[in-house]
């Protein structure tokens, strides 16, 4: 039997910045419990990669639980939003990096 | 910011002050459109209050009617709604409701959509953000209609074409 890994989706992620990265995954975590379950959250293995800019944090789950990932970042209160998605990190970042320049207003 | 979101046009509150931007759609108030005219943009007569839809006549139409509580309203807007009208729904208050709350909506929002089709209307879907930060992406909403039921190719293309006919006609 082959070992597949599930794939995955980056996404970076607009917030207000009075949050640190873990508890706006947490946020997630809970509303898209709220939502969709615990099992499907649990099976979305939502994960923070990064967050070094100090309004836009990178974070994965696998492709499968995508759609409610992106649903319930519309559904959280404070607000967030989702700024860009990849299937690579090398590739979200650089699209981060050049609307971070486009959008230094924010 | 709006083609960062993958959003093409932006529809914008308007209220007396012009905002510069080719993707910008204006969003006028029935009051504020008797009182002024917009020329040199193309705009929308909004209206959330369900007794002024009684009062649209040909020569001011109500383009947009902003549906708050589609419960609440349901009966009424049948007998009130017109053909080709835009109703809107908005996820401002919704990020604020419960886990519970947000499942009765999706469900109201799958009845609505069916109703706007019998009815002839176009059904809108709408961040109604006030700010940067409550503004929703593309893929977002695309995931939002899928979970209503809503196949998102077919719900912009349409709306589209809505927009398109709604203000080529000023």
Redesign the interface.
């Known amino acids: 039997m082959l070992k597949r890994r599930d794939k995955r989706r980056y996404l970076a992620v607009l917030h207000n910045g009075q949050m640190d990265g873990i508890e706006i995954v947490d946020l997630i975590k809970k509303r898209n419990s709220e939502l969709f379950g615990h099992i499907a959250t649990e099976r979305s293995s939502l994960r923070l990669i990064q967050s070094q800019i100090k309004t836009i944090i990178i974070i994965s789950c696998k492709i499968k639980g995508l759609d409610n990932i992106l649903s319930t970042i519309a559904f959280t209160d404070p607000p967030l939003v989702t700024l860009h998605i990849s299937g690579t990190l090398k590739r979200l970042r650089r699209a981060c990096l050049s609307k971070e320049l486009t959008n230094k207003g924010l | 910011?709006a083609k960062?979101?993958a959003i093409e046009v932006l529809g914008f509150g308007y209220n007396n002050t012009k905002i510069e931007g080719e993707n910008i759609i204006y969003r006028v108030n029935v009051k504020l459109h008797s009182s002024s005219v917009i020329t040199d943009h193309p705009y929308l007569v909004i209206s959330e209050n369900i007794n002024e839809l009684q009062s649209s006549t040909p020569s001011s139409p109500i383009d947009l009617f902003v549906v708050r509580d589609f419960q609440r309203v349901d009966n009424t807007l049948k007998r009130k709604v017109k053909s080709g009208m835009g109703l809107e729904v908005n996820?401002a208050n919704?990020?604020?409701?419960?886990?519970?709350q947000?499942?009765k909506w999706l469900n109201q929002i799958r009845k609505f959509y069916k109703f706007c089709k019998t009815s002839n209307c176009q059904f809108i879907f709408s961040?109604g953000a006030s700010s940067?930060?409550?503004?929703?992406?593309g893929?977002?909403?695309?995931?939002?209609l899928?979970?209503c039921d809503i196949e998102p190719e077919s719900y912009w293309r349409e709306l589209g074409d809505w927009i398109e006919s709604k203000c080529h006609r000023r």
């Open positions: 910011m960062n979101l996820l919704v990020r604020k409701m419960t886990g519970w947000v499942g961040s940067v930060l409550e503004m929703v992406s893929p977002s909403l695309d995931a939002i899928k979970i």
